[in-house]
Nanobody
Framework: VQLQASGGGLVQPGGSLRLSCAAS????????MGWYRQAPGKQRELVAT???????YYAASVKGRFTISRDNAKNTVYLQMNSLKPEDTAVYYC?????????WGQGTQVTVSS
């Protein structure tokens, strides 16, 4: 069972990125999924979650700017990030919600800088 996050990069403040997380079908169809991030020198934090039926939760710091979605047929969860700020710079990870220790992958780096 693996989760592969992708789509990160360097973007200017105010810009947008779309992250993708491809998951093994054996877990994706029954579990809530989440995006997490870890900035340098900080603890990993929850960004957003989505249940199998599509109910969502957002951290206060990203609400109104980020949108989490999932395509159950493709076993993929997405994070659309708009109006990015320098403080959004971090490595972004996907995992179950709540997270499973064995499913932390490499993550994808998002850098917001001019």
């Amino acid at each position: 069972v693996q989760l592969q996050a992708s789509g990160g990069g360097l973007v200017q403040p105010g810009g947008s990125l779309r992250l993708s997380c491809a998951a093994s079908g054996s877990i994706f169809s029954i579990n809530a999924m989440g995006w997490y991030r870890q900035a340098p020198g900080k603890q990993r934090e929850l960004v957003a979650t989505i249940t199998y039926l599509g109910s969502t939760y957002y951290a206060a710091s990203v609400k109104g700017r980020f949108t989490i979605s999932r395509d159950n047929a493709k076993n993929t969860v997405y994070l659309q990030m708009n109006s990015l700020k320098p403080e959004d710079t971090a490595v972004y990870y996907c995992n179950e919600a709540p997270p499973a220790t064995m499913l932390w992958g490499q993550g994808t780096q998002v850098t917001v800088s001019s």
